[in-house]
């Protein structure tokens, strides 16, 4: 086991690291983990049970690239959540 590793606490080692570790690919190295986690933390996410919760996709490339295509996922996604909210709120089962 690394120091780095060792220098988390408990919580962040077993709850967060691990779990990251686990659902990212292109979050790869110390460094990366590091400065992810700083970014979690200024979206109030410090468990894995928050990040799971919170996880949507995974991109790779530069901010205007991901952003892009985070938006043209989600709005994909929105297509088809949308209609069948509408359908159940007209038709109440």
Avoid: H
Wanted: proline fraction near 2%.
């Amino acid at each position: 086991m690394s120091n780095w590793y060792q220098s988390k606490s408990l919580i962040v080692q077993e709850d967060l690291v691990d779990i990251i570790c686990k659902k990212t690919c292109f979050v790869v190295d110390q460094q990366d983990i590091d400065g992810f986690l700083v970014i979690l933390a200024t979206y109030d996410i410090s468990t894995a049970k928050q990040f799971l919760d919170s996880f949507f996709a995974e991109y790779e490339g530069d901010e205007g690239v991901v952003l892009e295509q985070f938006v043209k996922d989600w709005c994909a996604l929105a297509k088809v959540c949308l209609p069948r909210k509408l359908l159940k709120q007209r038709s109440p089962e």
